[in-house]
């Protein structure tokens, strides 16, 4: 699975996993742990503790409520200020020296649109306290997940064990009603678009208005090379289509982005009409982005 530098080496450095709400499955599409680790398990789904990986030590119960309690009670072993590592800092400098390796491709002025200045604009662009954001199956998934900076609890909304299709879109529509303030945004390849697009329509309907961003590559990234023979009878993993204009025929809001100078403007302009109560789904014409943030 795809994620940053610093998780990377300290999953694999530290001496002791804290997981807070975590189910610590073992999937390929997560982060294996290493042995050896001393493991502090949370949960509020008690079969998830001791499933795949053994605790030494078990809290069932609510995350918040947990971590409230940790932390009053390491407050009282080690005081109010805590101790100075130095970590932060640590932290900080690898973050930077991973980070000095993607910062081209995340501010790219390429064309077709590099899918990391797609991440980097909705990273840049939302008002992060008032946005939630969830991503798609396979590409979208392993690109967003190590650049997007959720700042607010639910502001992100994780499902990387999965590999099914389309799901972002009625993802979104359910956060929506629930958070009829906020704006919702998810991020999918045109593949995974093509299996809940007439979704959108249901936006409109029940009065959820999200926005969708769609990479169209005109292909299935996660497979370039994939199907030979399908791909040369039937032309499997090949996909067309103008979505910003299936869109508004479905009562959406439809744009098309085919300038990286354009993608800020893009997700301003949905902010506004998602405030005014209007769907909107941003077509984006991207590149076939196969480099991913992967240790290992």
Known sequence: GATTLPAYKWLQESDVLFGLGTSLSRTGYGQPIPSGKVIIHNSDNITDINKDEAA????????????????DELKAAIGEEGRKTGVASEIAE???QWMAEWRSMLDSDDVPINTYRVV?????????TNSIVTHDAGAPRDSIIPFYHATTPGGYIGWGKTTHLGFGI??????????????????????????????????VRAGAPITTVVLNN?????????YPTARELYGVTELTGNYASQAQNMGAVGITVDDPAEMSVALAAAQRHNAEGNTVLIDVHSNFESKKSRFG
Do not use: H, Q, W
């Open 56 to 71: 030494d030590v078990a809290l069932y119960g609510d995350v918040k409520a947990t971590l409230e309690i940790a932390i």
């Open 94 to 96: 690898v973050r930077e």
């Open 120 to 128: 980097g604009e909705i990273d840049r662009c939302l008002d992060k």
């Open 170 to 203: 009625p993802l979104m529509i359910g956060a929506k009603l629930a958070n009829p303030d906020k704006f919702c945004l998810n991020l999918m390849g045109d593949g995974a678009y093509g299996m809940s697009a007439m979704d959108l329509e249901t936006s």
């Open 218 to 226: 005109g292909g299935m990234a996660t497979y370039p090379g994939g």
